[in-house]
T-cell receptor
Framework: GAVVSQHPSWVICKSGTSVKIECRSL??????MFWYRQFPKQSLMLMAT?????????EQGVEKDKFLINHASLTLSTLTVTSAHPEDSSFYIC???????????FGPGTRLTVT | GENVGLHLPTLSVQEGDNSIINCAYS??????FIWYKQESGKGPQFIID?????DKRQGQRVTVLLNKTVKHLSLQIAATQPGDSAVYFC????????????FGKGTRLHILP
């Protein structure tokens, strides 16, 4: 299957600070990146979709100024949680897609805890 | 709207028995369905998929059945093993529209020794 990495795998930050999460597709070119978040014992919820070199499209209810997404290259996308609050504590997961047929694969996730 | 739901939040199965996990979807436009397995603290792991022009697909120890008439999807796991313990999600996609994958609520599969 496709090799997708996320960094960091877990992070603890103080309320009010910003945190950047990286997602890399290591063996294929990701023309589109999907970002999900998952609260404990809940399902994955799609946050936003980004195409390489374009602005991200956010799902209803997701604040675009709070969750900044950059997809500047075909192998890297970043999600920055700005001015994080405890309610942003969640498991953030990326899913890169391209033309290789690896559309079903997800990253390993990043656990964010805001104190 | 798009909604993929699951009938049972928790399923307990004896080791060695077969498991059947069910899923209902509401969007008749969905034409691609995927089952994922998620272990604690990890990202979803692809298990098997099926397109709407099929009603059954088999993999290694797993079978997915699709009933478009009643908008129902199921995952059958044969000879359940302790390593099958996880949360299972069905997900749907409208392939002709975009690559968005929308997840259902999930079923926790618990294997009894």
């Amino acid at each position: 299957g496709a090799v997708v990495s996320q960094h960091p795998s877990w992070v603890i930050c103080k309320s009010g600070t910003s945190v950047k999460i990286e997602c890399r597709s290591l063996d294929f070119q990701a023309t589109t990146m999907f970002w999900y978040r998952q609260f404990p014992k809940q399902s994955l919820m799609l946050m936003a979709t980004s195409n390489e070199g374009s602005k991200a499209t956010y799902e209803q209810g997701v604040e675009k100024d709070k969750f900044l997404i950059n997809h500047a290259s075909l192998t890297l996308s970043t999600l920055t949680v700005t001015s994080a609050h405890p309610e942003d504590s969640s498991f953030y997961i990326c899913r890169p897609t391209g033309t290789s047929g690896y559309e079903q694969y997800f990253g390993p996730g990043t656990r964010l805890t805001v104190t | 709207g798009e909604n993929v739901g699951l009938h049972l939040p928790t399923l307990s199965v004896q080791e060695g028995d077969n498991s059947i996990i069910n899923c209902a979807y509401s969007n008749s436009a969905s034409d691609y369905f995927i089952w994922y397995k998620q272990e604690s603290g990890k990202g979803p792991q692809f298990i098997i998929d099926i397109r709407s022009n099929m009603d059954k697909r088999q993999g290694q120890r797993v079978t997915v059945l699709l009933n478009k008439t009643v908008k129902h999807l199921s995952l059958q796991i044969a000879a359940t093993q302790p390593g099958d313990s996880a949360v299972y999600f069905c997900a749907e996609n409208i392939a002709k529209r975009d690559d968005k994958i929308i997840f259902g609520k999930g079923t926790r599969l618990h294997i009894l020794p």
